[in-house]
């Protein structure tokens, strides 16, 4: 069953997922004002698979059921799969101009179907096949499912096991003979309060002595024990404002992150994935960083449109739309912009299939793409904020705007007096100009630049991360062979 | 009654599939519309779906990719496919041509 948008938000109101926010329990969370907007997100996921515009990207034939399902609980079965979940990724991001949250999930349900299968050929356990039976669950359900896999860490420099505070790994405390029971935290979750289940990794590759927090597993966003402690964001209290619109830049969309809290919470063993396999704790890693890698080539340069589009809009409304410098600028955000688009179609392009059957991605360009993703976004909003001009973090509030309280010696109101001194060209009025101004405030320093800025830089690994995968992945023993031969070195 | 069934009959049934509008160099929808326009009630036109019968599939891709999948949906005279504006003069002759032979 495909659920739409509606369906989808009425289905979180069924949960009874606790969270909290500004140090209080917020009960009506679904409706929260700062909440909000990301659940609009997540819901366009669902709403755009029943557009037959969108739909050949939006869904996919399960190869477990058969059936239709919303790509976003999909295996990736070739590597046009791969491509389309590039695709269908930029074309949320265009029409949400936010982190729409349901990739993570995605991503580690293509992981974990690979790693378990891996686990159980090595040690003849029955994962493989609880996460299948799990998945279809998801699929027939088409539940939201947070991919959690970033521990708080504590000491960076310590190993889990060496932390002072065993907590700062989500770790198993008890085994017992129908599950586990594990304790600890996901930091920076997207979309967690959002989701109807999280899926469990581990953060890091695992010596024997931390074996115990190689562990990988699901459960309902409502599991006893478990609760969200809701991430702010710059500026989110405009939200709270009465009548907030135009101070918004982005009035109906969002993104969500949460640190989630496993206060000692029972898993049963068909829902338990990995259990003190600890050597693939770095297997599993790789490739859900991997594919969140690839992931960043579709959302970001999605998100990455709309800035562009609205500083093209910035530039007819402050009348600079003919100079060419301005021109050039657009011209650089779009060839910055399609060059990650290009590496998320590459590394898609160039997937290869698992032992499980499902699609790989290629795990040095997903790296380059996302080492990409971490400096790009910078300098297409940096190009936009030249474009844009300072009025975009000047101007008086929307509230400022609509007052008729006269402050002139005429009578001018202030509204009369922002719109006066505010105008730019003839192509828009000021209302026009203020809205596209405080949009690419949104995603420059608002709340939509956790997606598009910090997110690019830390999402999917730090960018050390992934220059250490493209260190192991870039054959430069074979780039120096072919250096000797060209040079005509005969030396081996 | 039996007059307007079989009239209904011979009407050329066309499924139409979108690619999934990732980044369309045009509206395909609009581009859809002008189409069905010109054909008014001459072709019955309606999103493609696995389980019918097709006379003739149209594509309708949003740039030179055309990535849209079609290969799951039954259709007797195959495929037109478009992923440009320009196309839809194209389009419209194609189908023109395929009413005219199956008059
Ligand atoms: C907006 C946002 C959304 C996110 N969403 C999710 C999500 O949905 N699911 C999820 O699981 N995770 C998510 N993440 C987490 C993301 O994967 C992490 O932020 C990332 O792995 C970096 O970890 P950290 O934030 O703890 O930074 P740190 O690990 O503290 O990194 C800070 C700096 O320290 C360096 N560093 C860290 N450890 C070492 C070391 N041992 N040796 C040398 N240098 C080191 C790093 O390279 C970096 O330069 C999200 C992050 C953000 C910002
Ligand atoms: S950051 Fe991008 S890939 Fe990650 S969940 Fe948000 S939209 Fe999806």
């Known amino acids: ?492 | 009654m039996k007059i307007i069934t079989e009239r209904f009959d011979l009407k050329l049934k066309c499924g139409v599939r979108f690619c999934g509008g990732c980044n369309p160099r045009y509206d395909r929808g609009r581009a859809l519309e002008k189409i069905k326009d010109y054909f008014k009630d001459r072709i019955e036109f309606s999103y493609a779906k696995e389980d019918v019968d097709y006379d003739i599939l149209l594509v309708i891709g949003g740039c030179t990719n055309n990535c849209a999948s079609f290969s799951q949906f039954n259709s007797k005279l195959g495929s037109i496919k478009m992923w440009s504006e320009d196309h839809i003069d194209k389009v419209i002759e194609e189908l023109e041509g395929i009413l005219l032979k199956s008059n």
């Open chain 1, 1 to 492: 069953m495909l659920m739409t948008g509606e369906q989808y938000i009425e289905s979180l109101r069924k949960l009874k997922t606790r969270v909290y926010m500004f140090g209080e329990k917020v009960e009506n969370w679904v409706d929260h004002p700062i909440i909000r907007p990301s659940i609009n997100s997540v819901a366009m996921t669902y709403e755009l698979a029943h557009d037959p515009q969108y739909e050949d990207l939006m869904t996919a034939k399960s190869n477990l059921t058969g059936e239709k399902v919303n790509r976003f609980s999909h295996l990736h079965q070739s590597t046009e799969d791969l491509v389309k979940k590039v695709k269908m990724q930029r074309l949320l991001g265009q029409k949400t101009g936010s982190c729409f949250q349901r990739c993570v999930g995605m991503d580690a349900f293509n992981a974990v179907y690979s790693t378990t299968y891996d686990i159980d050929k090595k040690y003849g356990t029955d994962y493989h096949k609880r996460f299948v039976d799990y998945l279809k669950y998801v699929q027939e359900e088409d539940l939201t499912v947070d991919g959690a896999m970033t521990d708080p860490k504590g000491d960076r420099s310590k190993a889990p096991s060496a932390q002072e505070d065993k907590d700062l790994y989500l770790h198993v405390v008890e085994k017992r003979e129908d599950g586990i029971v594990v304790r600890g935290a996901k930091a920076h979750q997207t979309g967690s309060i959002n989701s109807h289940e999280h899926l469990i990794m581990p953060t890091i590759a695992l010596r024997e002595e931390d074996k115990a927090y190689a562990v990988s597993f699901a459960v309902p966003s409502d599991a006893e024990g478990l609760f969200m402690i809701y991430g702010r964001q710059s500026c989110d209290t405009r939200k709270l404002e009465e009548g907030a619109d135009i101070d918004l830049g982005n009035k109906k969309f969002g993104g969500q992150e949460a640190l989630v809290v496993f206060d000692d919470v029972f898993v049963p063993n068909e829902r338990v994935f990995m259990c003190e396999e600890y050597d693939f704790a770095g297997v599993l890693v790789e490739r859900f960083a991997g594919y969140h890698r690839q992931s960043y080539g579709g959302c970001k340069v999605g998100v990455g449109d709309v800035l562009i589009g609205a500083a093209a809009l910035a530039a007819d409304y402050n009348g600079v739309n003919k100079a060419s410098h301005i021109k050039d600028k657009l011209i650089e955000m779009t060839h910055l912009n399609e060059t990650l688009y290009c590496c998320g179609i590459a590394c898609s392009s160039e997937g290869y299939p698992t032992e499980a059957g499902n699609y790989q991605i290629d795990m040095l360009l997903a790296n380059v793409c996302k080492q990409n993703v971490t400096r790009f976004p910078y300098e297409i909003v940096r190009l936009a904020e030249d474009i844009a001009g300072g009025l975009m973090v000047t101007m008086p509030s929307e509230q400022d705007f609509r007052s008729d309280l006269k402050v002139g010696k005429n009578g001018e109101t202030i509204g009369e007096i922002c719109n006066k001194y505010l105008v730019g060209s003839p192509a828009a009025t000021t209302e026009e100009r203020m809205r596209v101004l405080r949009l690419i405030e949104n995603l420059a320093l608002g709340t939509a630049a956790v997606g598009y800025r910090t997110e690019s830089m830390h999402g999917a690994g730090s960018p050390q991360a992934q220059r250490i995968m493209i260190a192991r992945q870039g054959n430069i023993e074979a780039k120096k062979e072919l250096a000797k031969v060209i040079a005509g070195i005969k030396k081996n």
